[in-house]
């Protein structure tokens, strides 16, 4: 591989980690969505998709791994790449929580909703936003937004504990209830780990742009 | 591999590889070639018992600047230098300091291995020693075999003692060299590029020497591989129009650069 060409597979690593972002972040968009309009085919069908994400994954720790082999990259270079190595297996696991919420939106299906969906979707859309501020972070290569970014996660935890506390008063009122709670409580805990992994991708963006190590958010 | 340790004040025998405590500085080292200022005051603490490696493009100064430290420089026609080299606190460039004795305590090893062609192996290491007026039998005998000993060479030679050292492979005519170098127990080991001749599996082998070496005498290497400077180093000192632009930490240089000039010469972008 010329120098150009690596040059250029460099940047052509970033853009595909963006797509696999847009690929999760649609993923769960839909998984929230399929629960809330109880829709079994929408369900599946980001189920199936989770192996489109996976095969990217795949690909991008292939490619990767042939450039650290082929082309030994050092400083800023070997920083994107290893940034790009951990960002995406943060990426495939956010995929995998929506194969989870979709997997309850099924078994939710067949039952009415024990209550109208609020803070689920508002979980939702702060997931989406850390998302996107991620990637702009990433692509504009900006550490300061990449640590503001992950401020959003202390609000996605504090909207999971009330979820909780919620499902919590529906259970003791009524134990029948619990199946159906319990699975809202288990969608929320999906969402807030996908929080969880997109501050592992700011914590992975100031890395690639300044050397530094350090977690977020403790 | 162990290389072996011996007391200082046992005698000739122990003359190879002592446990030397001191390190080497340069301090504002300039070096000119036929008029052109080569090297532009190079300030460079080489730490005592560390492998320091020296990077840069071609042209930069790091092989003159290796030279310059054992006053090998001044033996290139219309070449000269001036600043100071520090060796156990004194300048080697101090008037009444004798270059040949610099070069004993300042080994060197070069880019192609240079055995001297009509010697035998043991010839070429016992060289150093017998230059220095050593005639006994046994000494020679004992300083041969720690030199090669410590080589990492005596096991594949120590039945052809007697055959020419140009009958060696490639890899083993430059481990024949750092023996040779070790012989008369230098406090520095130079090494000028001393894999770029070699094959990968003759270059891991010198780059193993050079790390267990650096437990007793201070290596500085000059290498234009960057994989084998991140490899072999503790120190990495990057050069660049005959200036020394950073150095730091070997671990530092190569993952987060300070000045942008390493960071675009490591990542390829020039040079």
Redesign the interface.
């Known amino acids: 591989m010329t ?1 150009e060409l ?1 040059l250029k597979e460099l940047d052509t690593l970033k853009t595909d980690v963006v797509r696999m972002a847009t690929m999760a972040g649609e993923a769960i968009h839909g998984a929230v969505e399929a629960l809330r309009d109880r829709d079994i085919a929408r369900a599946d069908r980001i189920i199936a998709e989770d192996d489109k994400i996976d095969a990217l994954h795949m690909d991008l720790e292939n490619r990767c791994m042939r450039l650290l082999a082929t082309q ?8 994107a790449i290893a940034s790009v190595l951990a960002i995406t297996i943060d990426l495939e696991r956010m995929a995998d929580h929506a194969e989870g919420i979709s997997k309850a939106a099924k078994r939710l299906a067949d039952q009415p909703l024990l209550k109208p969906l609020i803070d689920i979707p508002r979980m939702e859309e702060l997931v989406q936003q850390m998302l996107r501020e991620a990637m702009d972070a990433f692509l504009r290569r900006d550490p300061d937004l990449a640590e503001a970014m992950t401020k959003k996660d202390d609000e996605i935890d504090g909207l999971r504990s009330q979820v909780f506390r919620e499902l919590l008063t529906y259970m003791l009122s009524d134990p029948k209830t619990t199946p159906r709670a319990l699975e809202l409580l288990l969608v929320a805990q999906h969402l807030e780990r996908a929080a969880d992994h997109i501050t592992n991708i700011g914590e992975r963006v100031i890395y690639m742009v ?2 530094e190590l350090r977690e977020l958010n403790v | 591999m162990q290389v072996e340790r011996v007391e200082p004040n046992s005698g000739l025998a122990s003359r190879a590889i002592i446990d030397h405590a001191g390190g080497i500085e340069a301090r504002r080292v300039h070096a000119w070639f036929d008029g052109h200022h080569v090297l532009q005051g190079i300030s460079l603490k080489v730490a005592a018992r560390q492998v320091t490696a020296i990077i840069g493009p071609s042209g930069c100064g790091k092989s003159t600047f290796l030279r310059c430290l054992n006053r090998m420089h001044e033996l290139i026609p219309r070449a000269s230098a001036s600043g100071q080299v520090l060796l156990d606190g004194r300048d080697v460039y101090m008037p009444g300091i004798d270059p040949v004795l610099v070069r004993r305590r300042i080994g060197m090893v070069f880019q192609k291995p240079n055995p001297f062609p009509t010697m035998s192996v043991y010839d070429n290491v016992a060289a150093g020693l017998r230059l220095a007026g050593e005639r006994d039998r046994r000494t020679l005998d004992k300083v041969v075999e720690r030199s090669l000993r410590a080589a990492a060479l005596w096991e594949e030679v120590k039945d052809r003692l007697s055959k020419p050292g140009t009958s060696l492979s490639g890899g083993q005519q430059q481990r024949l060299c750092i023996a040779r170098a070790l012989a008369v127990s230098p406090e520095v080991l130079l090494m000028d590029e001393p894999c770029s001749a070699l094959d990968p599996a003759a270059t891991l082998r010198i780059e193993e020497l050079a790390r267990a070496l650096a437990r007793q005498i201070t290596i500085v290497i000059v290498t234009h591989n960057m994989q084998q400077a991140a490899r072999v180093s503790d120190i990495t000192g990057f050069f660049l129009n005959g200036e020394l632009i950073e150095v730091g930490v070997t671990d530092e240089i190569f993952t987060r650069p300070r000045d942008h000039r390493t960071e675009d010469y490591i990542t390829g972008r020039f040079g």
């Open positions: 120098r690596y030994q990259p050092m400083a800023s270079d070997l920083r300044t050397g």
